[in-house]
């Protein structure tokens, strides 16, 4: 699904220099902005906007990541939250109350004082509008400021993932106060952040450093974002010196390409994850037997390896390995005989059919679905794939028109964003038709859980039930996979797939 | 005008008939109720169909297209935008295609069944059926990778940096011209067989005429009648944007934004774009006819 962030099509390129040097060899002219050390990034498509609060489109958030800040940030190794513009807070006893105190010294590119006034509007803006991420603040009460340094947020229950919900991407920016007043954020700029807007056109989006960065001011002296839809003209433009940097590379050519030292091919396990659902009105995949059957049928790693290329991790729950809330447990090992056994005990005579929805808004599935397809055909299910718009798809999903769809859930940091929504009973996402009170007393402890492991203990719980019950049907977490020039340095390529150019440095 | 009122009717019908759920797909999967009531009320979506449709059409009267839904700004900045990149790649691909068609079928219809006109018909043939994407991609990679000639896509205004603009141009130029010359090499290929053929040119060749002034004044000028009528629709074709060529040249054209519309259930994008198309359909059916009657006195009577 088009989760928090839709997904880049990630997919990585190699350098091969050819002929030229660094960057000069082929005219890049274009955008222009910036100065002579001005990092052209190769990316896959046009934000469709730039308010932050409103868009929820990877490629506006690949931009804006450079030009907002937020009150807090995942720590580009691990994830875990850290001080951006709070640089301190503490909770109350009852965990109803949060207090901010922010950053001093903080300015707008417009050269005006950062405060606690633009914090208190920036999410109010949010709440009272009803914009995209306003989900975000459901157990929000209020929203004061104590003062020009300290924020206090007040809340109906407990929340332990606040900072996860306030932090984990630039939806949640701080805007200054009445911006959406002053300016017309779907195409203007006025952030805290490391660059500052240039110009944004059908072609490129150019940042420029902002001198007076809170943090320093950025190595390089400003970013152009160049729009290249298709793989292999990226990573020829990454080849040939046009761009220094890109995340859209043909994924059969990842393997090729980590050999090759005139590129710079990074991968790192995402914390997207990609899975299948069967729908619950739809006999006979109400049955649990028949879901574990299906299960029981499927070899993940070929699947992945389909639709990655290898560049993808097989993993039966929905965490991925590095995370802190990973629960290794894999109790599918791909079992023909023992699916057939399920499906007969269910009384299920094959063939038989199943309609399976994928969308060719993420080609991969496509090609995978075929070989969900081969397998499952094994065990006497006849799969039918349906290829649609994802528009349609949306629709169809929404009104409960299918068997069953592949789908992927992206840009998850907090194990409540993995699980509750999807499983507890009717829960908004739950469109499976999921019901298991265990799961859901679990999922609501977990929900309000202040203490890291004993949080870690009760989701570990619920996933395993969830897993056996087949509620979905893990597959795999696809790796970020990122190409730079050799020679560049200071980026880091991160699992929540956030593009942070800030230390960044030509070679 | 009367077209146009049909035309803007049967646009409005099809793109809300299409299914599909903007308000959905600009929230993505995450999102609360009231977010989506909020967001679909401010769109204007909760209104009638009919009320949306009168709307839209007395906007669309005084030159206001609307709002996109997904990027905020008006339809016509948008399509504003886009037009320059289009009208440029449309005209670069006429040039090459008529520099392929005009000698390439005008020779083969001299000699037919000679060698060149096999050469014509593999090459036409070829034009037709490979696909604009393939071809795209092989020129990406032999002349931006491993020559290194030419960049490897995107477009810049020919004010700003005219050596620039011309190096990104021409290979999907070349893509285009190619597919669309294949189709014309054919036409020009028949014309000029037919004109050959004709009485008059018998008569003129039997007075004895210089073959050079038979073929100019009796063979030729006869046939650009239907030359001109199938650039023109070769035209039409190329100024709605040519989607794939655009998405591999990373070319901001009209294409590109109608896709992007079409994805996002984008309707007064969607609108805007093809009310456009019909325009430009329109205008250049009225070029057609008044070059025809340029062309042949007899359509003036």
Not at chain 2, 55 to 79: E, M, N, Q
């Amino acid at each position: 699904m088009r989760a928090t962030r839709p997904l880049a099509l990630a997919a990585v390129g190699t350098l091969a220099l050819s002929a030229c040097g660094g960057g000069e060899s082929v005219d890049t002219g274009g955008g222009g902005g910036g100065g002579e050390d001005t990092l052209v990034a190769a990316v896959s498509a046009q934000p469709d906007q730039l308010d932050p609060h409103v868009t929820t489109a990877y490629a506006s958030f690949q931009v804006l990541e450079n030009v907002y800040d937020t009150l807090v940030v995942p720590d580009p190794e691990d994830l875990t939250m850290q001080p951006s513009l709070a640089t301190e807070w503490e909770t109350s006893e009852d965990g109803l109350e949060w207090r901010f105190t922010l950053r001093d010294g903080v300015t707008f590119h417009d050269g005006s004082e950062f405060d606690s006034a633009d914090v208190v509007y920036s999410y109010n803006r949010i709440i009272d509008e009803e914009l995209s991420n306003s989900f975000r603040f459901q157990n929000v009460e209020s929203v004061e400021a104590d003062g020009a340094d300290t924020v206090v947020i007040t809340l109906s229950q407990p929340t332990p993932n606040l900072l996860e919900r306030i932090g984990s991407f630039k939806g949640m920016a701080i805007l200054p106060e009445n911006a959406a007043e002053d300016l017309d954020l779907t195409t203007e700029a006025n952030g805290t952040g490391p660059f500052q807007l240039e110009s944004s056109d059908a072609s490129s989006t150019v940042l420029t450093a902002y001198e007076d960065y809170w943090d320093g001011a950025p190595s390089v002296d400003g970013v152009e974002f160049r729009y290249i839809t298709e793989p292999a003209a990226a990573l020829t433009a990454l080849q040939n010196g046009e761009v220094q940097w890109t995340d859209n590379v043909p994924p059969q050519r990842i393997e090729s390409l980590g050999g090759d030292d005139s590129v710079q091919l990074e991968t790192t396990p995402s914390v997207d994850y990609w899975y299948m659902s069967m729908n619950y009105d739809r006999p006979p995949f109400d049955n649990r037997d028949v879901r574990r059957a299906i299960s029981f049928a499927l070899d993940r790693e070929e699947i992945a390896e389909a639709a990655w290329f290898g560049a993808a991790e097989p993993n039966q729950t929905a965490i991925p390995e590095d995370s802190f809330f990973h629960l290794d447990y894999s109790p599918f090992e791909r079992d023909p005989e023992q699916a057939r056994q399920l499906l007969q005990q269910a009384g299920v005579t094959t063939p038989l059919t199943m309609g399976l929805m994928v969308t060719d808004e993420y080609p991969e599935t496509v090609t995978a679905a075929q070989v969900i397809a081969s397998q499952l055909d094994e065990v006497g299910i006849d799969v039918q794939i349906e290829q649609l718009d994802f528009a349609t798809w949306l629709d169809r999903q929404g009104a409960g028109e299918y068997d069953a769809f592949y789908l992927g859930w992206l840009g998850n940091l907090d194990p409540a964003a993995y699980y509750q929504e999807q499983h507890q009973t009717d829960g908004p996402n739950n469109y499976q038709g999921y019901s298991n009170p265990q799961v859901d007393e679990l999922l609501q402890q977990g929900a309000t859980e202040t203490d890291d492991d004993a949080r870690k203990e009760i989701y570990d719980q619920a996933a395993t039930i969830i897993v056996d019950d087949v509620s979905y049907l893990y597959l795999y977490n696809p790796d970020v996979v990122q190409a730079w020039a050799p020679g560049l340095s200071g980026y880091q390529i991160r699992a929540d797939k956030a593009i942070n150019f800030e230390n960044v440095e030509l070679p | 005008m009367v077209v146009l009122a049909g035309v803007s009717v049967i646009v409005f019908a099809l793109v809300h008939l299409v299914p599909g759920d903007p308000v959905r797909l600009a929230l993505g999967t995450r999102f609360s109720q009231e977010t989506y009531d909020t967001l679909r009320e401010r769109s204007g979506l909760d209104l009638p169909l009919v009320q949306q449709f009168f709307t839209w059409l007395g906007g669309a009267v005084t030159g206001d297209l609307g709002v996109s839904f997904r990027s905020g700004d008006t339809v016509t900045a948008l399509i504003a935008e886009r037009l320059p990149a289009t009208l440029t790649l449309a005209f670069a691909s006429i040039l090459v295609a008529l520099l392929i068609a005009i000698p390439l079928g005008t020779i083969s219809a001299l000699r037919p069944r000679s060698i060149i006109d096999r050469f014509a018909t593999v090459v036409s043939q070829f034009g037709i059926s490979v696909p604009d994407f393939w071809m795209a991609i092989v020129l990406i990679l032999v002349f931006a990778g491993t020559l290194g000639w030419l960049p490897s896509g995107g477009y810049v205004p020919l004010g700003e940096d005219p050596l620039g603009w011309l190096q990104r141009l021409v290979m999907p130029a070349v893509v285009t011209g190619t597919v669309s010359g294949a189709v014309i090499t054919r036409f020009v290929r028949s014309s000029v067989l037919e004109a050959i053929g004709a009485d008059h040119v018998r008569t003129a060749q039997a007075k004895g005429l210089p073959a050079r002034q038979v073929f100019t004044w009796h063979v030729l000028r006869n046939a650009l009648l239907p030359l001109v009528t199938v650039t023109g629709v070769q035209l039409a074709y190329l100024l709605s944007g040519v989607v794939v060529v655009e998405i591999v040249f990373s070319w901001p054209g009209l294409g590109q934004l109608a896709l992007q519309s079409v994805q996002a259930r984008d309707y007064p994008v969607l609108q805007g774009a093809i009310l456009l198309f019909a325009v430009v359909f329109l205008i250049i059916n009225l070029v057609v006819d008044l070059l025809y009657t340029a062309i042949d006195p007899r359509i003036r009577r």
